[in-house]
């Protein structure tokens, strides 16, 4: 990492030999691997106008980005993601048919990365647009596990959920929303008390109270699906259904674990959601999940997930 006598700023670091040369390995490992299941490439701009940033779906993207004017006193933004960069490119190709990108590149953000510190990450990934089934989620968790796989002996833990039984009580709840957000910052804190003080506070009923509790203790393995495969609402039972076939489709050298209240990006994905872990460390080495892409009120159902590759050449030393 940088210091005060390298000439680079705090959270920013040089690749040199070995370092550098791991890296490329790392780019082409994950590119080929891509390249084989049909992927095509994608290398968007490093910048973009800020008040595009993450789209409709995901605008608190803009809070992690640097940004700047330019000649023309426009405000241009670093990218912190390269994901919603290629939501907008595949909106901007105009097709309906199925679309299913691969990218490696650079991000920059406010906040360093947990294991490597810096502030610029080399990520990697797929993202896959058109209509997305059980089958395109399969394919995709495959996908990641294998590349992942294939680039080091790491001991992972993937961790599964599905957004939709949890947005399904908090919108019949007739909240603002900010209040949504407080709520679900709430829950993914799995603090009771805080629960119940805020339902006391909006006058909220003890029954929805229950259900959101319920929902909470539906974490673990693929027994802790029971709630969900017995209740009356549809939308329940169907999450249980897809998440088990998915966890069944796990090879035996992966561990998962299932939770159904605590969801990154809550206000972004809709539908499945995950994250990779490494035994040992507590940070995700890759995430993603299902979004809806809009743009000029233009909707793609998408998938995909990226790989922080910068935390890779960190667990391979």
């Not at 896959?128 to 796989?149: A, P, Q």
């Not at 709520?183 to 909006?202: R, W």
Request: hydrophobic share 35%; net charge positive.
């Amino acid at each position: 990492m940088s210091t005060s006598n390298s000439g680079l700023p705090d959270g920013t670091e040089d690749f040199v030999g070995a370092k550098a040369k791991e890296l490329e390995n790392l780019r082409s490992q994950f590119l080929n691997y891509f390249y084989k299941n049909d992927c095509e490439l994608v290398t968007p701009s490093l910048i973009e106008f800020s008040e595009t940033i993450g789209g409709n779906a995901n605008a608190s993207l803009k809070n992690y980005a640097y940004s700047f004017s330019d000649e023309n006193l426009k405000d241009i933004s670093i990218r912190p993601d390269i994901s919603q960069q290629i939501a907008r490119i595949d909106l901007q190709q105009g097709t309906k048919n199925k679309k299913k990108y691969c990218y490696f590149g650079e991000t920059l953000r406010k906040t360093k990365d947990s294991l490597t510190k810096s502030k610029i990450a080399y990520k990697t990934g797929v993202e896959i647009f058109g209509k997305i089934t059980i089958s395109e989620e399969i394919d995709l968790i495959k996908l990641m596990l294998v590349s992942l796989k294939k680039t080091g002996k790491y001991k992972l833990t993937i961790s599964l959920g599905r957004t939709e039984p949890m947005a399904e009580l908090l919108n019949s709840l007739g909240l603002s929303f900010n209040e949504k957000r407080i709520l679900k910052k709430i829950i993914s804190s799995k603090s009771k008390t805080d629960l119940k003080e805020f339902f006391n506070s909006n006058g909220l009923k003890n029954k929805d109270l229950s259900e959101i509790k319920n929902l909470m203790e539906v974490n673990g393995k693929i027994e802790c699906l029971k709630y969900l495969k017995k209740h009356k609402n549809k939308v329940f039972r169907d999450s249980a259904r897809k998440i088990e076939r998915i966890v069944k489709i796990l090879p035996s050298s992966i561990d998962y674990h299932l939770d159904f209240s605590d969801f990154p990006g809550f206000d972004y994905h809709s539908g499945l959601v995950f994250s990779v872990h490494v035994f040992g460390f507590g940070f995700s080495i890759a995430k993603g999940g299902q979004y809806k892409s809009i743009q000029n009120n233009i909707e793609r159902e998408a998938i995909g997930f990226d790989v922080n590759v910068s935390s890779l050449t960190k667990l391979n030393q």
